[in-house]
């Protein structure tokens, strides 16, 4: 069965630091992709996609992903953090019974 | 504005009183989809609907039921609520064929925070 692992329940950067934020995935095929980020209160915004391709997305907000199909990865990353991405984010997977898959979810805390 | 749209946000309730979670999408999408958030465990599919009639069980269908009688509503009915249904829903919705078909994405209600009591 397809799954998701955020390792990191927690993460905290300082403001202005550079974020990366882990995800694995268990799939048998080219999976489908996806980050999104979830704002106190929020609705799930979709940061970005992969499908095929390039395996370096640029998403919203500037951050990135990269697809590594030899480590099943697909992390998240931001040059420089701001206080407003403080949010929960969450990594999922396109899989079979058309549903994503979701992961945990990672909190990241933003100190100034 | 393109969206979808879920009420209540927040209701409060009692064991075994009957509830119904509204969703309605505007951008004539085929597919839609309901999940529950839950601290820890991320979201995980209820149910889901390819088109008008058409609905499917997803990983957590225990205690829920949906109809799908006209393309752009989706209820979600709680026949007779348990306090291990208190979570966080979401209502989602994607052009034809869901998440794992083609380049498809899921947009996603504002949530509705549901404590059963």
């Known amino acids: 069965a397809q799954s998701v692992t955020q390792p990191d329940i927690h993460i905290t950067v300082s403001e202005g630091a550079s974020l990366e934020l882990r995800c694995n995935y268990s799939?048998?095929?080219?999976?489908?992709l996806f980050w999104y980020v979830q704002s106190p209160g929020q609705g799930l915004q979709l940061l970005l996609k992969?499908?095929?391709?390039?395996?370096l997305v640029q998403g919203i907000k500037g951050f990135e992903a990269e697809f590594k199909r030899s480590q099943s990865s697909f992390n998240l990353r931001k040059p420089s953090v701001h206080w407003s991405d403080a949010a929960e984010y969450f990594c999922?997977?396109?899989?079979?019974?058309?549903?994503?898959?979701f992961g945990a979810g990672t909190i990241l805390r933003v100190k100034s | 504005e393109a969206q979808v749209t879920q009420n209540p946000r927040y209701l409060i309730t009692v064991t075994g009183k009957k509830l119904t979670v509204t969703c309605s999408q505007n951008?004539?999408?085929?597919?839609m989809s309901w999940y529950r958030q839950d601290p820890g465990l991320g979201l995980r599919q209820i149910y889901y609907?390819?088109?008008?009639?058409?609905?499917d069980k997803g990983d957590v269908p225990e205690g829920y039921k949906v109809s799908r009688k006209e393309k752009r509503n989706f209820p979600l009915i709680l026949e007779s609520p348990s306090p291990n249904q208190t979570s966080l829903y979401f209502c989602?919705?994607?052009?034809?064929?869901?998440?794992?078909?083609?380049?498809?994405?899921?947009?996603f209600g504002a949530g509705s925070r549901l404590t059963v009591l």
């Open positions: 989602a919705s994607s052009p034809l064929g869901g998440p794992n078909s083609g380049a498809n994405v899921l947009t």
């Open positions: 799939y048998g095929a080219t999976p489908y």
């Open positions: 992969y499908f095929s391709g390039d395996t």
């Open positions: 999922a997977v396109g899989a079979k019974g058309n549903k994503l898959v």
């Open positions: 951008m004539n999408h085929e597919y």
């Open positions: 609907s390819m088109n008008v009639e058409v609905t």
